[in-house]
């Protein structure tokens, strides 16, 4: 059998994590593949951004284990491209400068006479030329709208190649045209440049419309751990859904189908008075798997 933590982009195994005597993730089982858009949603306070942190390294579980292509995840590394909601950009430097910094700073390079290269000059350019932006190349952030703000954040971001971009609620702060408009450009870059994304977003809707995969993260469930317990419990994945594209047409969003699959997984995972049992959670993706416990799962309480 081919191990998946090796053979995965984004491998993670009976992981909790904890603040003090508060659980924010519950036994979160998860494997992405490359190529994959992977998005994630769930309702406040389920953990999406701790669960962001972990795989970033900028937090360590409390149990279980994190890889990142095959490796364990250490701490925050080139492979793992970043692309908060705001505030990516340094504002003291133009979009060239900004974009041209990530190569500026590795280890290999940060004492060559980085202005003088011409083949990163190429390269940045490059980028900005996909993310339309060439107009902009002099300017201050300050001087830029919400959504090339996010292009040159994510042209700064691709510029590393990195196997994984993890996205942060990038299209949070932005008014709704722009926010399409930049959902249809990530979609259009995801599918030419072949990226392995990881995408948090509070809006459900955005997820199942940019999503090649959903993730329904929840704290809203039920086990065997009785009532007690119920107070404490972290976020768990409980929907794993491969969602298939069919162009990247908006207006798949008015169909009677996509408000049909949203009115369901919002019922699976954003209603707490709807609590599914761990044992039947939709885990439908075929990189899907959980390993559940004997205290949440009694009916696999065996003493062989």
């Known amino acids: 059998m081919m191990d998946i933590t090796k053979t995965n982009k984004i491998h993670l195994e009976n992981i909790e994590k904890h603040y003090g005597e508060k659980r924010v993730l519950d036994n979160i089982d998860l494997s992405v593949s490359a190529g994959e858009l992977c998005a994630l949603v769930g309702p406040s306070g389920c953990g999406k951004s701790t669960l962001l942190r972990l795989i970033l390294g900028q937090e360590t579980p409390t149990i279980g284990d994190v890889f990142i292509e095959g490796q364990p995840v250490g701490f925050p590394q080139p492979n793992r491209g970043i692309v908060f909601q705001r505030y990516s950009l340094f504002p003291h430097l133009t979009v060239l400068n900004n974009v041209l910094l990530g ?83 990530l979609l259009d870059l995801w599918e030419t440049e072949k990226l392995t994304v990881f995408f948090i977003t509070h809006d459900l809707e955005e997820a199942c419309f940019v999503g090649s995969r959903l993730l329904v993260l929840s704290q ?8 007690d317990n119920k107070a404490n419990r972290g976020g768990k994945i409980v929907a794993d859904y491969q969602l298939e594209r069919v162009g990247n047409s908006t207006e798949i969003k008015q169909s009677t ?11 699976e995972g954003f209603d707490p008075k709807v609590r599914q049992h761990v044992r039947d959670f939709n885990l439908h993706h075929p990189d899907s798997f959980q390993t559940l416990t004997v205290e949440e799962n009694r009916a696999n309480n065996s003493p062989f």
């Open 220 to 227: 809203y469930y039920s086990d065997d751990r009785g009532e």
């Open 257 to 267: 189908h996509f408000k049909t699959f949203i009115a369901k997984v919002r019922e």
């Open 103 to 185: 190569k500026r700073l590795t280890k290999e390079h940060w004492w060559l006479p980085w202005t003088n290269r011409k083949d990163w000059l190429d390269e940045a350019m490059d980028y900005l030329e996909r993310v339309r932006l060439t107009d902009a190349i002099n300017k201050y952030p300050h001087e830029l709208s919400g959504g090339m703000q996010q292009r040159a954040a994510i042209a700064q971001a691709l510029i590393m190649k990195p196997p994984v971009l993890l996205m942060d609620e990038p299209f949070g702060a932005l008014d709704p045209d722009t926010r399409e408009d930049l959902q249809l450009f």
